[in-house]
């Protein structure tokens, strides 16, 4: 009765369900984080906000554990390799962690409980990340849903309070169990250089890691709840919570989020339809890893096959294109207030994640795979279910996607959700003076109000890489091929 919890996208010690369950079943309880050499060593730059972040919150989480008469044990190597090693050293009988519904995840889990069977240890995994995991919420033929709204609708009848109990009181109270610090020889952090990683400025960003973090958010967001629903399109206004990169994380629990909104949503009155929007955006977030957990071919395929036919941009020009968007420099000034958003901080707003998207595929023509890999590398939240998500729902590609004969205008979307520019303005200083009815579509500019407004078309900001409405046009050609095969 000896039980090691892996700590991996959980860094919490309140409200974790394999922590919980590891106290009320065992006696002692240890608890391991890894820095993954198969995961950090893919990465491109030392410079990673996410490891950043990941490294500061383990902190924080070790100090809570330590608080509590135990603490973390930290290591830096394959997962695969140091959880059986680590497993065996301390004599655990078995291994506890919260369950992930990536594929490399999984194959991850199911070699380390091999490894693990091998030497007599158990492995079992809870559910933790979600509010319902993949076979929980099923149409009455037994079926996984496709379509959001009636996922919703399903999901939101079979909540119930037991669903929202947090996971300690859940597992009844402290449990018998009691914490074990770290032998000597495996106790101590790593520093973020030993690691092989540089600090990312996260506080000139204020993104506070850690528990103490997502609570400052989430105290922030509380009161700004109810206007949620009216204000969570402006990427100008602080309509939304910010708390993706935590959820991502663990920092938060996703039932103490849905806890709050529901009780918002029962107490009725103005500020409920804030809190009914939001949490429809949670459900949003269980569907997607939903979809990945039963429909794992979505990773790197369409999930409507069909659309495997659309062919793409690929010559030189598109290469071009493409890197122009990276850069925040297509000429159309919303989409690159949202690229650079994201290289300036590693966040986006979620209107602009849909423009930008949809940009990508419907405007410049180039596969969404290329943008989804992009995001990947920049996102703080990146999360691979709601991505691949994100992305295929604006190709049109997706299970309940946007459909594809609908394309968004940048410049129309601009007008009605940055009407001052004001979002623009602030990630494109050199659009600083142009007039509010030119901001959108600077290009329309005469030379001479052009030049009275300090900004030469050409020369300090790009001409729009595309003509829309052609664009337009040659998207609903490619498209084509799906219609003509229906
Ligand atoms: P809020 O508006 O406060 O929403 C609260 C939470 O609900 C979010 O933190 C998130 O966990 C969840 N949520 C909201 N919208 C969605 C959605 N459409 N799908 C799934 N969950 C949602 N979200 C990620 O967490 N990681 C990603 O890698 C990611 N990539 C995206 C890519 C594209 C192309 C698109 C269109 C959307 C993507 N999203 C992603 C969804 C959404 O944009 C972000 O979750 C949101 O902008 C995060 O900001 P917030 O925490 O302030 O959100």
């Known amino acids: 009765d000896s039980i090691l919890v892996w700590f991996r996208r959980d860094l919490r010690d309140d409200d974790n369900a394999a922590l919980a ?23 491109p730059s030392p410079a990673d906000r996410r490891v950043d972040f990941i490294h500061r919150s383990v902190g924080e989480l070790d100090a809570a554990l330590l608080a509590r008469g135990g603490g973390l044990i930290v290591a830096h190597g394959r997962a695969g390799d140091e959880i059986p090693r680590l497993g065996r050293q301390l004599g655990v009988d078995a291994v506890f962690a919260n369950r992930d519904y990536e594929p490399s995840a999984k194959a991850r889990d199911a070699q380390v409980a091999a490894a693990l069977a091998a030497y007599g240890i158990g492995f079992e995994s809870f559910k933790d990340q979600v509010i319902f995991d993949g076979a929980e919420v099923l149409t009455q033929a037994g079926r996984p849903y496709t379509v959001f709204t009636p996922y919703r609708n399903a999901w939101l009848k079979r909540l119930g309070g037991d669903d929202l109990a947090p996971a300690d009181a859940a597992a009844g109270g402290a449990g018998k169990g009691a914490l074990q610090a770290p032998p000597a020889a495996l106790a101590g952090l790593p520093t973020l250089a030993a690691l092989g990683f540089v600090p ?21 967001f509380r009161g700004r709840l109810g206007r949620y629903h009216e204000q969570r399109d402006y990427p100008a206004l602080r309509g939304v919570s910010y708390l993706s990169v935590h959820l991502r994380f663990g920092t938060v629990s996703i039932r103490q989020l849905v806890a709050l909104a529901q009780a918002q949503v029962r107490q009725g009155g103005d500020a409920a339809a804030g809190a009914q929007v939001w949490l429809s955006e949670l459900v949003w977030r269980d569907f997607y890893f939903m979809i990945l957990d039963q429909f794992p071919h979505v990773v790197g395929h369409a999930f409507k096959r069909e659309f495997e036919r659309v062919e793409w941009e690929s010559s030189a020009r598109a290469d071009a294109d493409f890197s122009a968007w990276c850069a925040g420099r297509t000429g159309y000034p919303l989409v690159d207030a949202a690229m650079r958003q994201l290289a300036y901080s590693g966040y986006m707003h979620n209107r602009l994640r ?3 998207a949809s940009f990508l595929c419907k405007d410049l023509g180039i596969d969404w795979r290329r943008g989804e890999e992009f995001f990947a590398a920049q996102l703080n939240d990146f999360d691979l279910a709601a991505n691949n998500g994100g992305w295929q729902w604006s190709a049109s590609t997706g299970c309940d996607a946007q459909p594809w004969f609908r394309i968004f205008n940048p410049v129309t979307q601009s007008e009605r959700f940055d009407p001052q520019g004001r979002f623009i303005r602030r ?11 030119h901001i959108h579509a600077p290009w329309c500019m005469s030379v001479a109000e052009q030049s009275a407004c300090g900004v030469l078309i050409g020369r300090d900001y790009p001409p729009p890489l595309v003509d829309h409405a052609a664009a337009r046009t040659r998207t609903l050609a490619r498209y084509g091929v799906v219609k003509d095969a229906d």
């Open 21 to 43: 369950e590891a106290l009320r079943r065992g006696r002692r309880v240890h608890c391991v984080f890894i820095f993954d050499r198969d995961i950090l060593d893919a990465l």
């Open 200 to 220: 990312t400025g996260l506080d000139r960003l204020a993104i506070v890691p850690g528990m103490s973090g997502a609570r400052a958010l989430l105290d922030d």
């Open 427 to 437: 990630y494109v200083p050199e659009l600083q003076n142009v007039p509010d009815r």
């Open 354 to 356: 849909m423009v930008a």
